[in-house]
């Protein structure tokens, strides 16, 4: 077919037919089944997949309010869009991990991504992510993801590691400490 094309039609296809049915519980709020201690689902690095992670963190916090909910949601797809597009996990093959615990008195998420290239690392000297002071302004373009989590999540940190970045926060299921308890 020397270097001819097929006209083939545009075909759609459901983004949880793309999750091994062992795992579509993760994605369901309405599944029945038991709460979990842990569940960690690996997704890859390209934004057509933040459908797919909004719903799992839905279904993740599926036994808190509506606020609650979407808090964590929000909090949660920045985490992901933050790898997406700051990280190796954004590139070509590139993934990310999301992690979520369920502990006594909240929900603790975990982004795990691919880090950046670095040439060198002082395990003495870690490299922490740092909120932008300037990220809740109106008038900043970018700079909001780790603002909003700074500022809406009771704690969040990562591992100061570069090249294999673990970065989470803890949201509280009284949302008591949250600015967005006080409406």
Known sequence: MNGATLDLPEVTVPLLAMVQ???RHYFD??????????????????????????AFLAACAERQDADYRYL??????????NAIRHTR???RFGY??????????????TCR????????FDPDDPRYLKADPRGLDAQVKAGRG?????????????NGIPFTRKV????PYDLADSPWNHR
């Not at 991504?113 to 060198?120: F, T, Y």
């Not at 780790?146 to 990562?158: F, H, K, Q, R, T």
């Open 21 to 23: 049915s062992k795992y």
């Open 168 to 171: 989470w926060f803890t949201l």
């Open 72 to 81: 964590f949601t929000l909090l949660g797809s920045e985490l992901a869009a």
């Open 146 to 158: 780790l603002a909003l989590i700074d500022a809406l999540a009771s704690e969040w940190g990562d």
């Open 96 to 109: 990310y991990t999301l992690t979520c615990e369920r502990l006594r008195d909240g929900l603790r998420l």
């Open 113 to 120: 991504d691919l880090g950046r290239p670095v040439e060198s």
């Open 29 to 54: 709020p309405n599944s029945g089944r038991a709460p979990f201690r842990n569940r960690r689902y690996e997704f890859g690095g390209g934004p057509l997949q933040m459908p797919l992670v909004r």
């Open 89 to 91: 996990s954004g590139e």
